[in-house]
């Protein structure tokens, strides 16, 4: 369990979100993937229990109330893991998933072990969570490299379950295949820790991963996937959203990333 130290970060939105053009595959003409914004993936591996870890979720914040108001959609995701849980206590939204997803990102850099807060930007480059020089400079990085497109469309079947449509362009030149993601998220949490080096704090989230599952191999020149997908109980209405992206199965490139609030109108 890594310890970092923590500090205060305010950034404007230009300054945290250049102005960046990112190079996009040919695309066929399909209607679903009209008009969608190419996507940089923005991982954040958090805990409840950490305390450096609040000024983390609070720059992931700022980063996903910006992102809408760029040309590249700013995709993020906050995962919580669990190895800062203890008998008395645990982060009522970590997962182990995440914590072997931390650690086979760990593998991939070559570093000594997983920590937190631990952002990973399009699978590519990592560094502290609360970092947000290192974070412009990433996601500048990150824009210098050629995607692909990926769309999400949903249809709500009954209040238990939704229908996504996953539709994913060609990928960049020397891609050869790619694994396809679908994440469930809430939009927004808040707790009152009751444990940890957190203990008595109020702490707010956003985009806190609930599932993630690898849903479909990814070829060459793109493809579709219709997915069935239960939806957590309880949950408040309007507090979920769907996160898609395509990773590559090697080297743990991403490759496309796209966001949709459950609720909100299809393309």
């Not at 310890?3 to 066929?28: E, N």
């Not at 970590?94 to 650690?103: A, G, I, P, V």
Request: charged share 20%; hydrophobic share 40%.
């Amino acid at each position: 369990m890594g310890r970092t130290t923590v500090f205060a970060v305010t950034l404007s939105a230009a300054a945290l979100l250049p102005c960046v053009t990112i190079t996009a595959q040919t695309v066929p003409a399909k209607a679903s993937l009209d008009d969608v914004k190419l996507g940089i993936l923005v991982e954040l591996f958090t805990s409840e229990g950490c305390s450096s870890c609040p000024p983390a979720d609070a720059l992931l914040r700022q980063l996903d109330a910006q992102s809408a108001k760029t040309p590249t959609q700013i995709v993020v995701l906050g995962e919580h893991v669990d190895y800062w849980d203890g008998p008395g206590w645990h982060d009522r939204f970590s997962s182990h998933d995440y914590t072997n997803r931390q650690e086979e990102y760990a593998r991939r850099f070559r570093i000594e072990s997983p920590y937190t807060p631990q952002m990973v930007v399009d699978g590519s480059s990592e560094f502290t969570g609360n970092d947000a020089p290192r974070l412009q400079t990433a996601l500048r990085e990150a824009a210098s490299h050629s995607k692909a497109l990926l769309s999400i469309a949903a249809e709500e079947i009954n209040p238990a379950e939704v229908v996504v449509d996953l539709d994913a362009g060609p990928l960049p030149e020397g891609s050869k295949h790619a694994d396809l993601y679908l994440a469930l998220a809430d939009n927004q949490d808040q707790t009152q820790v009751g444990g940890g080096e957190n203990s008595g704090r109020s702490l707010q989230h956003v985009a806190v991963l609930r599932s993630l599952q690898k849903v479909a191999k990814v070829s060459a020149e793109g493809g579709q996937k219709q997915i069935k997908l239960r939806l957590p109980k309880p949950n408040a209405p309007g507090n979920l959203r769907l996160v898609a992206f395509v990773q590559e199965s090697d080297n743990g490139a991403v490759l496309a990333a796209a966001v949709k609030l459950l609720g909100e109108p299809s393309r």
